[in-house]
């Protein structure tokens, strides 16, 4: 296959498509502004100019990008993002009246609107606020700072918050934020020796004064990377540097080294829970002051009353009804909304109606022929183990219980519990005939659920 040519051609062809799904404006502002690299090992390549259009891309349209590409090439693929050279690292001017440009270029590579001024606070992330804050005026003091929550509440937000702070008292300062993905390709990519060596990389990442580190979850069975980012934060440790991690569950909970957890735990750990209905009113108030929307304060009132996932969702609502008004020309109405975001309005019944562990048991045992006492029994045949990992991930997804609760429902211990979480879940992301067979079942449990019978 010619890379060159056929990506080009695929790219062309992908956002003419996209245009279709998101708009024009949105295909001008954000889409149009990536290079298309290539196409290697079911790898899309993609390299963007900043860090702003890399968490736009990634949050709102990766999905759709993906699912496009595979329609074009007939593969799964991932998507593998790189900084443009041009952005990322900055030529600074040999005058000496103009040294302290390259630190304020490298604030380009940090979103401009993630500041603390307008991280909106509440109980749900008041203490994670608090101390984000004084890691930007006092870096080294709390260290490690680990964050975790569902995705879409805010943590990446405090992180470029934090590196805004940093720069705001010491312009100089040496701060990388990534992703923990790209931490794993580039050090794949250096091992291998298809970009800068493994010293250039282990140069880049241990001479830094703060590694803002995004979804450590992503080290998870990657055991050489993990390696890596052990020595790397023992490094920075060491000299006092700052190191801030994201995650999506707690320290305890990731099937990491203990080793790398135990130095997590040794720092400042905080959490973000779900923002409550005065939070999120106070989010929609300024996001729609932010983007000028005419949108009264009955309308926020009922957005925040019926979506109340997360943050980013929150938004998404909002600049979709906005952007609907403006565009057809009519005057806002909670009955428009209603219709417009009627695919995120949170069900109150439904979420009142909780799913019951032996319920998934028995679901899951119908769909792979198996009884119920298995699931508890000692039997390790595939036939069973493979059922039991399905329904321990279930557990973790549908219940509230804790990951010892749910070892206890099973007769295994919470490190069982984890290992079937990730594995089922990487293959979520692997297999698209495995990801629809769990929907399936996932959408059987709440339709007997729902109905409050089993059949």
């Not at 010619?2 to 245009?19: A, G, R, S, V």
């Not at 032996?358 to 493979?386: H, M, P, Q, W, Y």
Request: with cysteine.
């Amino acid at each position: 296959m010619d890379n060159l040519t056929d990506i080009k051609e695929i790219w062309q062809e992908l956002t003419k498509k996209l245009e279709g799904e998101v708009g024009l404006e949105a295909v001008d502002l954000w889409i149009r502004q990536i290079k298309p690299l290539l196409i290697e090992n079911d790898t899309l390549k993609l390299e963007v100019p900043n860090s702003t259009i890399y968490n736009t891309v990634k949050q709102r349209y990766e999905e759709k990008i993906l699912k496009i590409a595979a329609g074009l090439t007939g593969k799964t693929l991932s998507i593998n993002y790189s900084m443009s050279i041009a952005q990322a690292e900055p030529k600074p001017a040999p005058e000496p009246a103009a040294e302290t440009r390259p630190a304020s270029m490298r604030q380009l590579s940090f979103n401009p609107n993630y500041t603390f001024e307008t991280f909106v606070r509440g109980a749900s992330n008041r203490f994670a606020y608090a101390t984000a804050e004084g890691v930007a005026n006092n870096p080294g003091q709390t260290n490690p700072f680990f964050i975790y929550s569902a995705p879409g509440l805010g943590k990446t937000h405090l992180l470029h918050a934090i590196a805004h702070g940093i720069f705001k008292n010491n312009p100089s300062a040496k701060i990388l934020y990534t992703a923990s993905e790209n931490f794993v390709n580039e050090y794949i990519d250096a091992v291998r020796g298809k970009a800068e060596s493994a010293e250039q990389f282990r140069s880049k990442y241990r001479k830094l004064d703060c590694l803002l580190l995004d979804d450590i979850q992503f080290l998870v069975n990657k055991e050489r990377s993990e390696e890596e980012f052990f020595y790397t934060f023992n490094t920075l440790f060491e000299s006092k540097k700052q190191i801030v991690v994201t995650s999506d569950r707690p320290p305890r909970e990731l099937a990491l080294t203990q080793r790398l957890i135990s130095r997590f735990l040794a720092g400042g750990v905080a959490d973000i829970k779900n923002p409550d209905f005065e939070t999120r009113v106070a989010i929609l108030r300024q996001k729609r002051d932010f983007h000028k929307y005419d949108i009264p304060n009955d309308i926020i009132t009922f957005i925040a009353e019926n979506v109340r996932k997360n943050i980013r969702e929150l938004e998404g609502c909002l600049i979709t009804a906005g952007s609907f008004f403006t565009s057809m020309n009519i005057p806002p109405s909670i009955d428009a909304v209603k219709e417009i975001i009627k695919d995120h309005i949170t069900d109150s019944d439904q979420e009142e109606n909780k799913v019951e562990i032996e319920l998934i048991k028995t679901v899951v045992g119908e769909k792979f022929n198996i009884d119920a006492k298995d699931f508890n029994s000692r039997k390790k045949t595939e036939a069973v183990a493979f059922p039991r990992q399905i329904a321990m991930y279930l557990a973790c997804e549908l219940t509230d219980m804790s990951l010892p609760d749910i070892g206890e429902a099973f007769s295994r211990d919470h490190t069982t519990v984890m290992y079937a979480r990730d594995k089922i879940s990487r293959m979520l992301h692997t297999d698209a005939f495995f990801n629809e067979n769990v929907n399936s079942i996932i959408a059987r449990v709440k339709v007997v659920n729902n109905s409050g019978k089993t059949r």
